[in-house]
């Protein structure tokens, strides 16, 4: 996406928000939700919509750990960690995840082209324990499925 095109999606994506208020938190959220990633110019588009500084929203941005500033790898791969799925074996999911993809903790797997995030709700507390694969939730996730799971999307990117 060209500096201009990802202006005006960020413009569109801040526009179209019908939360009643809009703050530099809920902005970067509903950025990083549409795009996945923070890009610089969604700090100044922000900043200038909100007519704030560009280092509060910097400030902001970089306070919580959930944002990325650099785009994530074709597939993204969510695991939840809320207590819910962590009661119900989130744990093991998760150790599965990273030890598939040989990570340390939420990252990019470059060479399988997967990124992992960990989730305090993915909103399907009933499923538990859930992941989400590209946006799309799997529920009762037990951990021999995460070895399938995971070729299964990595094969998707050849
Ligand atoms: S705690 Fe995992 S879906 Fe809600």
Request: glycine content about 6%; overall charge negative.
């Amino acid at each position: 996406m060209g500096n201009q095109n990802i202006r005006d999606e960020v413009n569109k994506i801040l526009s179209s928000s019908t939360d009643t208020t809009v703050t530099v938190l809920s902005s970067l959220l509903l950025v990083q939700d549409e795009i996945g990633y923070i890009p610089n110019e969604a700090v100044e588009e922000i900043g200038s919509f909100l007519k704030t500084s560009i280092n509060e929203v910097w400030g902001v941005a970089t306070f919580y750990t959930n944002f990325r500033f650099t785009p994530p790898c074709a597939n993204v791969l969510e695991v939840c960690w809320g207590p819910t799925c962590h009661l119900k074996g989130a744990p093991d999911l998760i150790s599965g995840v990273l030890k598939q993809l040989n990570l340390e903790e939420e990252g990019d797997s470059q060479d399988k082209g997967i990124s992992v995030r960990y989730n305090t709700c993915l909103g399907a507390c009933q499923q538990a324990p859930v992941i989400s694969v590209n946006h799309a939730l799997r529920g009762n996730v037990k951990a021999f499925e995460i070895s399938n799971i995971i070729d299964f999307v990595a094969d998707s990117n050849s």
